[in-house]
């Protein structure tokens, strides 16, 4: 149990800590380079830290590394990730505030995924949540208004 819960917040630590080192590089990214180019360094990197935890990293026995188990979700991580690295340098490039420019797509994202969870997954909103939603969208109103 005291396992679950470290992993619980140490999750998210990871995520906040990596989204906020994320958005300092893209936006500290210099203009001048070809987007592309940097992605592959970026990839480059990525997939030479992937490998070491890969080779560092045995939870469980029964995790297996095949081709052949892997489902399309993969695939599709990749061209998202692509995506995302491609749009949010673009986004700093033509002059979205680091501030703004993050808050509107994460908030974005968070209000399209309500549907998806709920209807996909079967989570359930409850009412207080509302609450939140509406704060949310009124608050992506609030940024439009300016």
């Known amino acids: 149990m005291k396992d679950k819960l470290i992993l619980y917040y140490a999750s998210i630590f990871i995520i906040v800590f990596s989204n906020v080192l994320y958005h300092i590089?893209?936006?500290?990214?210099?203009?001048g380079i070809n987007p592309f180019f940097t992605l592959l360094i970026t990839y480059i990197t990525a997939t030479l830290i992937t490998a070491l935890a890969l080779i560092l990293y045995h939870p469980d026995k029964s995790e297996t590394i095949s081709l052949r188990d892997l489902k399309w979700t993969s695939f599709a991580l990749g061209f998202a990730v692509v995506g995302l690295e491609v749009g949010y340098l673009l986004a700093y490039r033509s002059g979205w505030n680091i501030s703004i420019?993050?808050?509107?797509?994460?908030?974005?994202?968070?209000?399209?995924?309500?549907?998806?969870?709920v209807l996909m997954y079967g989570e359930?909103?409850?009412?207080i949540k509302l609450i939140g939603i509406i704060f949310c969208m009124i608050g992506l109103l609030l940024i439009y208004l300016r």
């Open 124 to 127: 359930s909103i409850a009412p």
């Open 25 to 31: 590089s893209q936006k500290s990214t210099p203009k």
């Open 101 to 117: 420019g993050s808050l509107v797509s994460n908030t974005t994202v968070a209000l399209l995924l309500i549907p998806v969870g």
